[in-house]
């Protein structure tokens, strides 16, 4: 036998061509960017999200702009256009100056038919931009302010004011020249309150239309109100829609007159400061707010409310906020939401009336004396004693937002005290959106906590019994059924919920409630009566085959409690109508023994429906970590003499429990997440009652409800993201807990 | 302790806690009984749906007198009265809207004096106002003769009768929905460029021809109406009141109480066949779903077209790139769990992100001088990419554990023989793995095409009037807005204004949407197992 000789190989057999060289190069490069960028992708969802509703949480951003010179009088009005581009200032004489605030030119134009008038009051409305003016002769009347806005080719616009003069009005009560006198604009139908040396008068003025020509205002009818004030009058206030009037004196008390139906009454009397007068009352937008200040700063807000048991609505303190120093305050409300602009000795905040939040502050270069909003919410300006004026740019498009807003109990205009409530819409311009979170996550938690009290007890059940005693065979069908009941879609499940459960179940729920009871409880009868039977027909159904035994049972037990219900009913749930006539229904008699509603899409119908969808995950996923539990265990507890119930309560139950918390933790997240069946199987009324009988909207079925109609970028739209952050960290750090929990169970078993 | 020594007869059998073990079977049979009952309901009452059943004559007292009533009950239920008191009543489905406004109606079994099945009963579908259940009266042809029911050619100058409007109808379809759209199209895109270029004389000229070719279109079109209008078909309903039905209305006659179990049996097929085939009609409420299906087909392959690749590269980057430490396994675990997040946070994401901020750069930079928005609208494509986000997980798990079970052998063997990494990965790891990967990506389709929350908010309509796929150009129109099976359902069984007429819709619909979801399911899991069987001897 020779050896062939040692031949040395190849050195090409070990060279793998460029181009593979490259192309793997080339390929791992790919992947490796590929990867990334998807897995980056998906968890970009999270940051876009929130992206999105960061804007929610930062405060008002204002920037100061020029100070324009003064006009050397004090001013009494401060007002400007809608775009904030041409302010005016108006002393109380027969002319008005203009300032451009752009370049700080001034204007002064002449107010027709103001030559030989002595005016001895103002008041100004910003939203009309309505000047109101009372004379020493008892005489009052108005101006307007308007500007006609121009746009050019090029889209830049141009602004011109236009002045108006209204109509005069004499007032025959009382006597002396108008202390104070308000304007109320509530369109067709107006109030001029009107406080003279002595005496005091509400003017209702009705807008007529003439055939021809512009509608004309009258006089409809004046009120004398001098017999109900006590003492000397400081100051009077008439809401937007001329519907409340308010008159302080100088005993500190406040008195709400109210205008309707061409007559004006004495509702209420109140003290905001006790002995002392308030120096400023201001409505806020909508008119249904007044915020009080007194001298030294304090401030509170008063909104009218319908006490319980009232029909007639009341102002009464819903919120109170940090004095403002001392110094004269000023007040502005916006004129587009319920913020306003407020402040005393040069100082400044800008504060929210819902929230109660201050959403700016700052020092102003002088102690302002006016303050405005333009129309637009867009700008502000201020204006000092000596008539120097300053403007403002203000960004806040988010002022009813905040962490109070959406989770705190707030108390909304209107309310009879603070609510946790969710009303994103209203019909009106002045609605006030109520957008606390707490009523959609309580809904949330609601459907899912009946959801689990439904399907946690079958699908632990079914996993134990799966898991220990089922033969190998009939897993590997049973487990696939129970797969593929997970992808059933939850359309078709809210769907069956909704048009065929629902008005089935609703009148048999004392057959439902008996069904609940004696299917478990047969159940263990047949068990106990079965250990009693001979061994030899024992045999027959043993090892896992029980289950099919129990199919007949159960339907028979099943259909029997099931046609007992009314029984139960007659017996238990009996109705007393007013008429003493009794009726046996439990739609009618849950509403009378408990107080609360019965409707017909109710969460027991989401409940059982959503348990639908939730029994599959979590017994498939408890089966997964029951049938892990090593054999050496169970095998090892049976060898000691362990009956086979002894083994599972013992062994394998405890050895699988973090694998069956964390099914749990998974079914709960699915619940939560859970939007069609909610959608379709609920009244999707926000509520935060846990009544099982009640319907609910949960925080996934807003957004599928609202947001298609949100307005992009608005708090609305953005507070709805929030929602969906709120549901996505929800379910995502319990995925994350119950992931982890597994984990750790496997690396134990593996020891083990 | 008990001292007594236990028999060893009983070991293993003893009857310590046995009635816990028969609580946890009924957990089981439960279950299964829950699942299959859902399942069996939904089946059996799709198929009702397309059954015919036999037209039954009622004579109802009505308290006043009797009051004769055709038509099939549809269900029997218990209402209990505000007295307290039970009644049992029947629903009956009687049709001829016309005469009664409501299709339904529920009668008092204890009021029903005598039911029979006439022979000579007609249920005539229509293209609007729904069934009407009546005897033949006559036919009023337009040239003035008349065939009464008794007349022995009336069957045949029926069939005749109903060829004739079908093929009328077709030809009138074609007319309006391609001839005229096309026109209606080329002149919306003149218009649109002669605001932002000017008119010239061509564009002018232009649409003075497609003016005159309208108007030729329009002449045709009218032709066809007259000739749809003419004849007329009289019923005579069983309380003795005659329905008039125009030709032009008539689509398919069937006399339920004639036909045998065959011709039952055609009828249904034909019935199934109509609704799968055909566009809905009366508010969806009758007629078929065939936009539907198109829209959920399109929509789940576009979706699997972006979802795989993407799916499979973050996996095979995972599981044989990336360096295996707690970083990737922090990620492992989240991206499994991105799975759990609810599908609707997903849909608002896709609204925010595709819809308004990717479709608003879209359109600023392709179709800047549309007048409505063209991409900045919900669309096929942003929701199949949405969808895609969703399903991405599922794809990534069932590729990687594909690629976990591969044994570690064969790889080996494969780089022996001196194979790159990327060849060992593209000739052997991924064959290897692709019943895996396609068992992720049926999987997917299946979640996509049941998924209904997040298609709410991007891009799915209750109607559409175009397919997203069509004959014209550019033929795939991702911009467009599709019907899905799913918010069909939804959208006839909660927002139609007709619930109770809208329900066999439903039923059928969710029978379809079912069968689809379930038979996706079904072939996944099948293709898991081989799959496991496989590799059953070489991973363990």
New interface residues.
Partial sequence: MSIPPQQAPDPKRFE?SKG??L??RL??Q???C???A??L???G?FL??VK?IVPLFSGAEVRPGEVREQTGERPQVLGVDEWGERPFLYSGRDRITFISATDGQREEVEIPGLKDKVITATAYDPVNRRVALGLDDGSVGSFIVAYQTEFADDGSRTVKPEITLEPWFQVSVGEGAVKALAYGDGGAARVLVVAREKGLAVLRLAQKRALVGKPKLALAGTDDLTSQVNSEILGVAASQNGQAVLVADASGEVRYFQSDAGKVSLIEVFRPFGEEPPVRMDFLFGGVSVAMTRQGGEQKIFSLFRPEGSEIRVFGETKSFDPLGSGTPVFAPNLRNKSFLTGAGGRLTLRHLTSGATRWEGEAPFEPVLATFDGKSEHFFIAAEDGRIQGYRLDDPHPEAGWRAFFGKVWYEGGSGPVYQWQSTGGTDDFEPKLSLIPLIVGSLKGTFYALMFSV??????????A???PHDMKRV?K??????A??????L???A???LAPMVE?KVPSILLLCLS??VS??????L??RLP?KS?RLF?GGR??LL??PV??VVAMVAWSLGPLLEKALFVYRDPGGRE???FRLWWPQATGLPFDQRNSMVVGFMMG?AV?PVI?TIAEDSLSNVPKTLTAAA?AL?A????V??SIIIPVASPGIFSALM?GF??A?????IV??ATGNTPVTSWNIFSGMRTL?AN??VE??EAA?GSTHYRT??LG?LV??ML??T???MA??LR?RLREKNKIV | MDSKP?SFAT??????????????????????????G?LG??VTKGIQTFWPDRIQVFEIDTGAGTEKVAGYVVQERER?D???VDHEEIQIFRGNRELFGEKFAFFDRASIRSQEIPEDILLVERMEGGHVIARAGKILRADGTEVPANDPGFATSLDELIEKTDTKREELRRIEKIEIGRNAREVKELRSLERFEGSTPETQARLATLNEEFLKLDAERNLVRQALAGDVLLLDAVDGREIRIEAGELLHIFRPNQAGVIGRTGEMLRRVWHFLASDPREANTEGGVYPAIFGTVVMTLVMSLFVTP??V??????R???KQGPLVRA?R??????A??????????G???FI?FLGGVVDSWFFPRSEEPVFKSGGVLWASLTLA?LT??VV?VATEEALAAVPRGVREAALAC?A????AI?RVVLPASLPGILTGVI?AM??G?????PL??VGVVKSAPDLPIDGEAPFIHAERQFMHL??H??DL??QSPD?EAA?PM?FAT?LL??TI??VM??AA?IIRNRLRKKYATSSF
Avoid: H
Wanted: charge should be neutral; include cysteine; charged fraction near 10%.
């Fill in positions: 793998v593979t060289l192309f793997d390929m791992t790919v992947i490796r590929g990867g990334i998807v897995i992708a998906v968890f969802i876009f999200i999105e007890p079958i699908a632990l059940l079914a996993a134990i019994f799966s220990s005693f089922l049973v696939p059924a129970m797969e593929i009941m992808s059933l879609p939850s359309v078709v809210g769907f069956l909704g048009i065929w009148d299917l478990p159940a263990l009868l047949v068990g106990v079965w250990c061994m024992r043993e029980e289950w129990l199919l159960l339907g009726i046996a229904d639908f029994i017994f049976a003499g009956s086979r119930w002894q599972v309560r998974i997240g699915r939560v997440g859970e939007t069609m959608v379709m996934s957004i599928a947001l298609p992009p709805l993201f969906a549901l996505f379910t995502f319990l995925n994350s992931e982890i984990q | 236990t070991t293993g059998r003893s009857r310590k806690g046995e009635p816990f073990v028969w609580l946890t079977a009924a957990g089981l049979t439960m279950g299964v009984v829950l699942t299959l859902l309901l939904v209990r505000p007295q307290g993407f799916g590269v973050a996996a095979i980057y995972l044989e790139y990336a990620v675990i989240s991206v499994n769990n991105l759990g997040v609810p599908s609707i946070v997903f849909g608002v994401f609204l925010a992100f308004y986000l991405v997980p990534i001196g790159s990494k990327w060849q593209q999987l299946a979640r095409a049941g998924e209904v929350a709410m908010l799913g918010f359902i939804y069984g909660f619930s329900k439903v969710t949407l079912i979801v379930v399911n079904l899991i």
